[in-house]
């Protein structure tokens, strides 16, 4: 099992600049995912990135994972106001989530 | 079906009622989790299974809780003698496998209410 912490708790930024948040995991890990989850609604995968990766790029998703500090970054570019919603990470079989970062673009 | 889809969306009932919940996977997805979550929080496990069976159950909070997944499809969550901190949203989700890469896909939810 896997405990997803995300870190900040909440973000704000202008709509346009780029978002940056942060995950940790207590024990090794095969793979690590981001969820992303808008208000009121279910997850919705973003990104998968394995073990033997360092980065990984999706869209304007860009995902990096360091497995000697048990933590991934997740940076948002460009970002939009569609992009506000509360985003989570967690790995392999049972996939424990944190609370989330909380982002919110302002206009 | 194209998406996973759990029913009641909604549900109200009263302290010490019975309530059932069901979630209807993706097609051919083996394993199927429950995750449940308050305001504000992340989705908290549950249960997850893998066919038929509970592969880890570990989050079921207390025996009021119950889930099953009879013919390795639907599953039916079960809470027996609600109570108000039992109100959350109910998320169920499915996927493929559950070694390697293992992608959840998730439902809408069923909102609980206990009054």
């Known amino acids: 099992s896997q405990q997803g912490e995300e870190d900040p708790q909440a973000l704000s930024i202008q709509e346009g600049e780029n978002a940056t948040m942060n995950c940790s995991y207590k024990t090794s890990i095969n793979n690590l995912q981001w969820y992303r989850q808008n208000s009121g609604r279910g997850l919705v995968h973003l990104i998968l990135?394995?073990?033997?990766?360092r980065e990984k790029h999706s869209g304007r998703l860009r995902v990096t994972l360091d497995t000697s500090k048990k933590s991934s970054s997740l940076l948002i570019t460009a970002s939009r106001a569609a992009d506000t919603a509360s985003y989570f990470c967690g790995g392999d079989d049972k996939i424990i989530f944190g609370k989330g970062t909380r982002l919110h673009i302002l206009p | 079906g194209a998406g996973v889809s759990q029913t009641p969306s909604n549900k109200v009932t009263e302290k010490g009622k019975y309530v059932e919940l069901r979630c209807d996977p993706i097609s051919g997805h083996t394993a199927l989790y429950w995750y449940r979550q308050s305001l504000g929080q992340g989705p908290e496990f549950l249960i997850y299974f893998q066919g038929t069976g509970a592969a880890d159950d570990s989050g079921l909070p207390n025996d009021r809780f119950f889930a099953v997944r009879p013919e390795g499809s639907v599953s039916t969550l079960k809470i027996q003698r609600t109570e108000r901190g039992d109100s959350a949203v109910y998320l169920c989700?499915?996927?493929?496998?559950?070694?390697?890469?293992?992608?959840?896909?998730f439902g809408a939810g069923s909102r609980l209410t206990v009054l």
């Open positions: 990135i394995r073990s033997n990766e």
């Open positions: 989700a499915s996927s493929q496998t559950t070694g390697g890469a293992n992608v959840l896909t």
